[in-house]
C-alpha cells in the first residue's frame, strides 16, 4: 500500500466486509484490509476510527489494529512519536463504559498493556493508570483487564522485550504491588454479591502472581489470600468463580519455585489448600465434575509445588502425606478425567525417587503407589457393556496408554513382581465371580509391567501364562486380546524360559485366526520372534506358511509389516545356504504384486488405493531390514543374488512412480534397507543406481534421492574406488538443490531437502574428508549451511549443526589416519574464508530466531571452532557482537556493554561445551 486510503474507503471495505452477501466482495475486502493493516498507515486509520465511533465493526476493527501494531510493528514508530500514542490510547480507554463491547476492551487492554512494556520512558505507568481510571467505576472493568494482561504479556514472544527489560517491568510492578492490592481490595469490598467481579480480582492476582510481581509480606495479611479460598469452600459458588479462583491459587502455588523464599506464603497455602477437602467431597456428592476438576488442580499443584519437600522430608512439615491423601482421593473419582490431572506428579515424584535409589524411602511411599495401581486398573476397566476388543483411539483409549506409561514409571516403587502378583490375585479370587472388565483391567496392567519381570521369577508368571494360554473360547474378546498383548510383552521371560514357547505359538496361532484378534496376535508374534529368534529357526518354515496366508487373515497394515520383521529376524539366523531360499520365498509374492502393478497403465494412484504399491514396498522395506545374517570377510552375502533381482523391480518403480514423492520415498527407503542388508556387497548396485538417482533428481527433487545418497556415501565412502563417483553424485545433486534452496523462502519452504542435503554432506565429512574439502563444491556448501543457521526446523537445523560441528572437529582430531595435517590445513583456510559469516549467523540465529532447545546443537558447533582455533573465534565472536543493536525498537537496553563482555568472556573460556550452551542460553534471552 503506497499511500493512506481516506476514511470512507476504509469504511466501505469494512462495510463490505461484514454486510456484503457477495462472498467475492467479502474476500475482496478482507484481503485489502489486511494490507491496509501491514501499513504503516493502520497507526492513522485506527486512531481515526476509534475518534469517529461509527459502527462496533468499525471500532473492533480499530482496536485490534492498534493492539497488533503496538504487538508486532512497534519498530515502525520514531521514538518521539511515543506520548503522543500513549495519550491517545488513554483518551480511547477513557470513553470505554459498562455496555462497551468486550470484544474492544479485551482489544484496548492489550494494546495499552503492550505500550507500557515497550515504553522504557513511562515510568510508573501502573500507577498512572490506576489513578487514572480507578476512581471512575465505569472504567473499573477495563481497569482490572489491563492489569491482568500487562503480567501475561510480559514473557510474550512477539514482543521481544528482552531479559534487561523484563526484569525492569517485574521490579517496577513489584514497586506497584501495594497500590495494586489496595485497589483491588477496595474492589473486593464494593462487589458484593457481583461474582463476576470477584472473578477479575482473583484472575488480576493469578496474573501478578505468575510473574512474581506480588511478594508474600505484601498479601499475606490482606483478605485477598483467603478469598480465593473462602469461594471454593462454599458450596453455593458459581462455576465461573469458582474455577477463576482456582486458578489463582494455582498459579500462586506453581509461582513459588523455592518454598525456602516463601515460607510464610507456604505454610498460608498449605493450611487453606487442606480446608477445602470438604469441598471436594461436596463436589463428588453433587456429581458437579466441574468443581471437582478444579479441587483436583489446587491438590495437583500443591504437591508439585511441595514435591521437593516431600521427597526431602517426607511426611514432615510441608513433606506432610496429607497432600498425597488429597492426590489419591481425586485418582479415585469416578471420572478418569479428573484422575488424570494427577498424572504428572506422579511422573515428577518417580524421576526424583529414581534418582535417589534410596530403598527406604520408597517403603515410605510403596502404599501410596500400591493404592494408586488399584485405582488406575478401576478406572482402565471397560464398560461392561462392551462387546469388542479394546479402543486405543478416542479419549479413553488414549488414557488407558497414559495409564500404561504412568505404571511403567512407578512401578519400581513398589516392584513388578509384587505388582504383577497382585493384580493377578485380583483374578483368582475364589470368594467371588470375577466380571470381566475388572480382570480385563487387571490383565492390562500387568502387561504394562511384564517387561520388568525378571526371567528368574518361576512362580507367578508360570501360573499367569497357564491361565491365559488356556483361556476359553467363551472368555470376553476383549479379555482374550489383551492376554495375546500380555503374551507380547513377555517375550523376554519366555526366551529365558524356551519350554514355554511351542504352548505360546499355538495361543497366538489361534489368535490370529480371529478376525478382531489378528493384529494383536501379529503384534504379539513378531515381538516373540524377534526377542526368541534363535529358539524359532525350526519353525521358520511355519512362520513363512503364515506370512503367504497373511492376507486371509484380518491384519492391520502395520500388524502384518511385524509379522514380515520378526520372519525376517528369524531367517538371518538360518544356516547361509538357507537364507537366499527364505528371503526368496519372503520376498517373491511382494514382487509379483509390483510387477502386476508396474505393468499395469494406470492415472494417479490413490493413497490405500488397490494400486498403491506402497503396501508392497513397505514390507519389502521390512523384510530387507530385519534380515542381518552374519557374514565374514570373504564370504559371499548370502542375500546379493535375491537383493539383485529385487533391484530391478525397484529400479522400475523408482521411473514409474517418480513423479510421486510419497511413492518415491517408499522405494528409497527399500532401497536403503536392501544396501544395508548387503553392505559392501551392493557395490554392483551402486553405478546403475547411482545414475538412476541423479537423472530423476534433474526432474523431481525429491528430497530422499539425497537421503539414499547420503547411504551409499556411508558404505563406500572409505573406498577410494568409490570415491570420484560419490563426489560426482554430490555435484549433480548440489545444482537442483541450490536452485530451490535459493528461492524465495527456499529454506523454509523445504526444510526435507536442507536436512537430507546436511547429512550427505555430514556422510563425506565422516567417511572421506578430504576429498570433500578439496571439491569445488565444499564452499558452496559451507556458504548454505550457514544460510541455513536460522532456520527454526528441529531436524533441518540439527543436521546443519551436526554438519558444521563434524566438519571443524575433522580439522582438529588426530585419528587413525595420517593425514591430519592436510585437513586441518583445509578447515582453517575455509574458516578464514567464512568464519565471521558463520559467527554472525550463529549469533544473530541464537538470538532471533531458533528456540531455546535447539540452542545446545549450536552451541557445539561454537565449542568446536574454539577448539580448533580459539584467538580467532574470540575476534569474530568480538566483531559480532559489537554489531548488534545496543536498543530494541522502543528505546530498551537490549545488552549492556557489561553484558556483552561478560558473555564473550563466558564463551571463550569455556572448557566443556555445556558451558557455552549455558552460556548461549542466557545472552539470547537478552533479545527475546
Known amino acids: 500500500m503506497e499511500q493512506a486510503p481516506t476514511l470512507d474507503t476504509v469504511c466501505q471495505a469494512l462495510q463490505a466486509l461484514y454486510n456484503n452477501p457477495d462472498m467475492a466482495g467479502k474476500e475482496k475486502a478482507s484481503v485489502w484490509l489486511g494490507e491496509l493493516q501491514k501499513s504503516v498507515f493502520a497507526w492513522q486509520i485506527a486512531d481515526q476510527l476509534l475518534r469517529l465511533n461509527q459502527s462496533l465493526e468499525s471500532c473492533y476493527f480499530a482496536a485490534q489494529t492498534m493492539r497488533t501494531k503496538i504487538q508486532y510493528a512497534f519498530h515502525e514508530l520514531p521514538v518521539n512519536s511515543h506520548p503522543s500514542l500513549r495519550d491517545s490510547l488513554i483518551e480511547h480507554a477513557s470513553k470505554i463504559t459498562p455496555e462497551t463491547p468486550p470484544v474492544i476492551v479485551t482489544q484496548l487492554s492489550l494494546a495499552l498493556a503492550d505500550l507500557i512494556l515497550q515504553i522504557p520512558s513511562w515510568k510508573g505507568g501502573v500507577v498512572e493508570i490506576i489513578q487514572k481510571f480507578g476512581s471512575n467505576a465505569q472504567q473499573t472493568s477495563f481497569l482490572l483487564e489491563v492489569l491482568t494482561v500487562l503480567p501475561e504479556e510480559i514473557n510474550s514472544r512477539s514482543l521481544r522485550l528482552g531479559a534487561n527489560r523484563r526484569q525492569e517491568v517485574i521490579a517496577e510492578l513489584t514497586s506497584a504491588c501495594p497500590v495494586v492490592l489496595q485497589l483491588l481490595t477496595a474492589c473486593s469490598e464494593s462487589a458484593g454479591e457481583d461474582k463476576r467481579l470477584q472473578a477479575r480480582i482473583f484472575r488480576v492476582v493469578g496474573s501478578w502472581f505468575s510473574v512474581g510481581g506480588i511478594s508474600q509480606d505484601a498479601i499475606i495479611n490482606t483478605p485477598l489470600l483467603q478469598a480465593p479460598f473462602e469461594a471454593l469452600r462454599h458450596r453455593e459458588t458459581p462455576s465461573h468463580l469458582h474455577e477463576a479462583a ?105 524421576e526424583d525417587m529414581y534418582q535417589k535409589n534410596d530403598m527406604a524411602l520408597n517403603e515410605l511411599f510403596r502404599p501410596y503407589i500400591q493404592r494408586l495401581l488399584i485405582s488406575l486398573a478401576k478406572h482402565c476397566q471397560l464398560d461392561p457393556d462392551h462387546d469388542t476388543i479394546p479402543d486405543d483411539t478416542g479419549d479413553f483409549g488414549e488414557f488407558r496408554l497414559r495409564v500404561s506409561e504412568l505404571i511403567k514409571d512407578v512401578v519400581f516403587i513398589v516392584g513388578s513382581t509384587p505388582c504383577f502378583s497382585q493384580m493377578f490375585s485380583n483374578l483368582q479370587n475364589p470368594t467371588q465371580n470375577i466380571p470381566w472388565d475388572a480382570s480385563e483391567a487387571s490383565l492390562f496392567v500387568m502387561t504394562a509391567v511384564a517387561k520388568n519381570i525378571l526371567p528368574e521369577e518361576k512362580e507367578i508368571v508360570p501360573q499367569v501364562l497357564e491361565a491365559v494360554l488356556n483361556l476359553p473360547e467363551t472368555a470376553h474378546i476383549a479379555v482374550r486380546y489383551t492376554s495375546l498383548q500380555l503374551v507380547g510383552e513377555l517375550c523376554e521371560w519366555i526366551e529365558r524360559n524356551p519350554q514355554y514357547l511351542d504352548p505360546v505359538l499355538q495361543f497366538l496361532l489361534a489368535g490370529l485366526q480371529q478376525p478382531l484378534l489378528a493384529s494383536a496376535a501379529a503384534n504379539a508374534l513378531q515381538s516373540i520372534s524377534i526377542q526368541c529368534r534363535d529358539h524359532l529357526t525350526k519353525h521358520f518354515q511355519g512362520l513363512v506358511q503364515i506370512i503367504q496366508a497373511m492376507d486371509t487373515f484380518n491384519l492391520s497394515s502395520d500388524a502384518a509389516i511385524g509379522l514380515l520383521k520378526g520372519t525376517a529376524s528369524i531367517l538371518a539366523r538360518l544356516p547361509h545356504p538357507k537364507i537366499a531360499e527364505g528371503l526368496r520365498t519372503l520376498s517373491s509374492f511382494q514382487i509379483a504384486q509390483l510387477n502386476k502393478l508396474i505393468a499395469e497403465e494406470t492415472g494417479p494412484v490413490k493413497q490405500g488405493s488397490d494400486n498403491d504399491p506402497t503396501v508392497w514396498l513397505d514390507r519389502l522395506a521390512a523384510i530387507f531390514r530385519y534380515t542381518n545374517p552374519t557374514v565374514n570377510n570373504g564370504q559371499v552375502h548370502p542375500c ?173 582430531e588426530k585419528d587413525d589416519r595420517e593425514d591430519f595435517e592436510v585437513r586441518q590445513t583445509l578447515v582453517k583456510q575455509l574458516l578464514n574464508d567464512h568464519g565471521q559469516a558463520l559467527i554472525h549467523a550463529i549469533i544473530n540465529a541464537c538470538i532471533y530466531c531458533l528456540p531455546t532447545y535447539m540452542i545446545p546443537d549450536v552451541a557445539e558447533v561454537v565449542h568446536e571452532i574454539m577448539l580448533i582455533d580459539r584467538p580467532m573465534f574470540c575476534v569474530l565472536l568480538e566483531t559480532t557482537l559489537k554489531a548488534l543493536p545496543a536498543e530494541n525498537s522502543g528505546g530498551a537496553v537490549t545488552a549492556t556493554h557489561k553484558q556483552l563482555t561478560d558473555f564473550h568472556k563466558a564463551v571463550t573460556s569455556a572448557e566443556a561445551m555445556k558451558h557455552v550452551s549455558h552460556s548461549l542460553r542466557d545472552f539470547s534471552r537478552l533479545y527475546r
Not at 691 to 718: A, K, N, P, R, W
Request: proline share 4%; hydrophobic share 40%; net charge negative.
Open 640 to 812: 546379493q543374488a535375491v537383493i539383485q533381482e529385487v533391484w530391478l523391480v525397484l529400479s522400475q518403480a523408482c521411473n514409474k512412480y517418480q513423479a510421486d514423492v510419497r511413492i518415491t520415498e517408499r522405494c528409497c527407503r527399500c532401497i536403503r534397507f536392501a544396501i544395508r542388508c548387503l553392505g559392501k556387497n551392493s557395490a554392483t548396485l551402486l553405478t546403475p543406481l547411482v545414475t538412476q538417482m541423479v537423472q530423476l533428481y534433474q526432474v523431481h527433487q525429491h528430497s530422499c534421492f539425497l537421503y539414499l545418497g547420503s547411504i551409499l556415501t556411508d558404505e563406500y565412502g572409505t573406498e577410494p574406488g568409490c570415491i570420484p563417483g560419490l563426489l560426482d553424485m554430490l555435484q549433480a545433486f548440489c545444482g537442483p538443490t541450490f536452485k530451490i534452496l535459493e528461492e524465495h523462502n527456499g529454506l523454509r519452504n523445504h526444510p526435507d531437502t536442507v536436512d537430507d542435503l546436511f547429512r550427505l554432506c555430514l556422510r563425506f565429512i565422516q567417511r572421506c574428508p578430504i576429498p570433500f574439502l578439496q571439491s569445488p563444491m565444499c564452499k558452496p556448501l559451507i556458504c548454505c549451511a550457514i544460510a541455513a543457521c536460522s532456520l527454526d526446523h528441529k531436524d533441518a537445523n540439527a543436521s546443519v549443526m551436526k554438519f558444521l560441528a563434524d566438519f571443524f572437529k575433522c580439522g582438529r
Open 246 to 350: 482456582a486458578d489463582c491459587l494455582c498459579t500462586a502455588l506453581y509461582s513459588m519455585e523455592d518454598i525456602q523464599k516463601h515460607p510464610t506464603l507456604a505454610q498460608a497455602l498449605f493450611e487453606g489448600v487442606l480446608t477445602l477437602t470438604e469441598g471436594y467431597h461436596l463436589s463428588v456428592a453433587d456429581e458437579d465434575s466441574d468443581k471437582s476438576i478444579n479441587y483436583c488442580r489446587v491438590f495437583t499443584e500443591i504437591a508439585e509445588a511441595f514435591l521437593n519437600v516431600i521427597v526431602t522430608t517426607p511426611n514432615q512439615g510441608l513433606g506432610d502425606f496429607r497432600i498425597l491423601e488429597l492426590l489419591l482421593t481425586c485418582v479415585g473419582h469416578h471420572l478418569y478425567e479428573v484422575a488424570e490431572i494427577t498424572f504428572n506428579f506422579w511422573y515428577r515424584l518417580s
